[in-house]
């Protein structure tokens, strides 16, 4: 007997039928033997429903009441859950995340969750019960006020709840096979691996991968959770996501094609790029930038100096950031033109970051010239390029992002035989 955590994501639990779908998954892992603790999201888009009707009502609402209203979705689909399991004859109890003992910071809309204690569920299971507990919410024990963890928050319910009530496994559902080599709607011949480290789906949730959520994977590594993300829609093995020091469960191989050096390919479309002209070459300066642009709140990504031209002695910062934080970043740096003393600035969002992710890089020698090669063959211009220990990023335009990382997918052998199997589906 194990004790398995399931995620059910909000395209899982879309409407009547699925639910119920989702409920025989359930009793089905409950009838082999095993301890069933399942972590739901809100049906379908009902938290962007929710946000919009917010929006209707009020221009800014309350932060503490926008989480009383979304973490509302989540109640919705746990109830509805638990009576379809009851009709098929088995027990199953309910829980919000208060309930459940998820406690938080008191940062409304991006809690971290601090402590879990499950007592409730620890003894709902020692009944015998299915466990039901409501994804993307806690509670904050000084405010007394309920919180959401953010967008996506579920994955993270779902693995703190794995590592608090250590759980042998912590399946995550949604309406895609797996992890690929790359998103299977940019290249059609990409493959789901069998397994990743988590190391690598760290770099590649963080470089536009949507699959899992880049919290729920840190909390899993840090917490030595075992993930294995799955479909709903399919009785097939997934992608089991190992941590460090970590094994697969009995008799699961997780073996890929090949011991592949790259892993993956991420693309990334949300990004725009700034770019400072005229900057003086002068100590203290890049500084005085990213002060500025810190301090409009915006996540900066990539950074890239040119040389100073000597008869001038000024030089180009350009950097990449999310688009949404252009527009501010842009502001706060046109503010202080005159102080910092640079020429002009240049906004650009019509870029597209592509990333190769593999622990291999850091033992093999000609990676990053495989990925430069492969786009000077497709006569497509690099305009940034970023590394880290086993990630290499470019930035192109935009428009050649697809061909990009298909060129670049099939350079590093990571090409399938075949077409991947596309559902219309969100990856949620
Ligand atoms: N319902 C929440 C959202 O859509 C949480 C989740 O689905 O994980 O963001
Ligand atoms: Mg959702």
Redesign the pocket.
């Known amino acids: 007997m194990a004790l398995i955590v399931q995620k059910y994501?909000?395209s899982s639990v879309a409407d009547a039928e699925s639910i119920k779908r989702v409920a025989k998954r359930i009793v089905d892992t409950r009838r082999a033997g095993h301890e069933v603790v399942v972590a739901v999201?809100?049906m379908g888009d009902?938290?962007?429903e929710l946000l919009e009707l917010a929006g209707q009502v009020a221009p800014m609402p309350a932060p503490r009441e926008l989480d009383m209203l979304?973490s509302s979705?989540?109640r919705i689909s746990m109830a509805l859950l638990a009576m379809a399991i009851h009709s098929m004859g088995f027990e199953a109890r309910s829980f919000t995340g208060s309930q459940a003992g998820m406690i938080t910071d008191a940062t409304h809309g991006a809690a971290r969750i601090v402590d879990v204690t499950p007592v409730r569920l620890r003894e709902a299971l020692d009944d015998g019960a299915i466990v039901i507990v409501a994804?993307?919410q806690g509670f904050n024990r000084d405010t007394r006020d309920i919180t959401?963890?953010?967008?996506?928050?579920?994955?993270t319910?779902a693995v703190a709840l794995a590592a608090a009530l250590r759980a042998d496994v912590c399946e995550i559902y949604s309406d895609v096979d797996g992890i690929f080599t790359a998103d299977p709607r940019v290249v059609p011949r990409a493959q789901k691996l069998s397994s990743i480290s988590s190391e690598e789906m760290l770099e590649l949730a963080a470089n536009g991968a949507k699959v899992l959520?880049i919290r729920a994977v840190e909390y899993a590594r840090r917490h030595g959770v075992l993930i294995h993300a799955r479909s709903t829609f399919s009785p097939d093995v997934g992608t089991w996501v190992v941590g460090p020091g970590q094994s697969l469960p009995e008799g699961e191989k997780g073996e890929n094609m090949e011991e592949p050096i790259v892993a993956g390919v991420a693309t990334d479309l949300s990004q725009a790029k700034i770019t400072v002209i005229g900057v003086p070459d002068v100590p203290g300066k890049a500084a005085d930038i990213f002060k500025i642009v810190a301090k409009s709140g915006a996540n900066v990504d990539m950074i890239v100096q040119n040389a100073s031209a000597a008869a001038t002695g000024l030089a180009d910062i350009s950097f990449t950031l999310p688009k949404s934080d252009a527009t501010a970043a842009l502001k706060a740096l046109a503010g202080e033109q005159s102080e910092v003393g640079f020429q002009s600035l240049v906004h650009d969002d019509q870029i597209g970051k592509l990333s190769i992710v593999g622990a291999g890089m850091r033992t093999h020698s000609g990676v990053a010239a495989t990925l430069f090669e492969a786009l000077s063959v497709a006569r497509i211009n690099i305009e940034m390029i970023s590394t880290s220990e086993i990630r290499t990023s470019v930035v192109v335009r935009g428009d050649n992002l697809g061909e990009a990382a298909r060129v670049v997918h099939s350079a590093y052998g990571l090409d399938g035989e075949t077409e991947a199997v596309v559902y219309a589906g969100t990856g949620?």
Not at 148 to 155: E, H, P, Y
């Open positions: 994501g909000g999201s809100a009902t938290t962007d979304l979705g989540e994804g993307f959401t963890l953010g967008r996506g928050g579920s994955d319910t959520y949620r």
